[in-house]
Nanobody, 115 residues
């Protein structure tokens, strides 16, 4: 049974930082691309960042230069370092792994950036 568990969300002031983690069980992160998505209040879920098998990364324009995605295959974990946070980064952040035609999602972790 595949399970993705996100952690690290919380409350932070603008300009602050948070580090999110996604740990997988029942699935090998080493063999998959891993994505982070987010869903702001009242809006649709949107892509944030991805890291592929080879460590190549891609980011949404809105987070480019502020967020960094990384992976630790030994721990089966992917992290999202978020710096210079803005109120518009407020959202529930989800880890996503597409594998063999199926989509696996975590339960999400809330990030709130408030003034």
């Amino acid at each position: 049974q595949v399970q993705l568990v996100e952690s690290g969300g919380g409350l932070v002031q603008p300009g602050g930082s948070l580090r999110l983690s996604c740990t997988g069980s029942g699935i090998s992160f080493r063999d998959n691309a891993i994505n982070w998505y987010r869903q702001p209040p009242g809006k649709q879920r949107e892509f944030v960042a991805l890291i592929n098998l080879y460590g190549t990364t891609n980011y949404a324009t809105s987070v480019q230069g502020r967020f960094t995605i990384s992976r630790d295959n030994a721990k089966n974990t992917v992290s999202l370092q978020m710096n210079s946070l803005k109120p518009e980064d407020t959202a529930v952040y989800y880890c996503h792994v597409p594998e063999s035609g199926r989509d696996y999602w975590g339960q999400g972790t809330q990030v709130t950036v408030f003034s």
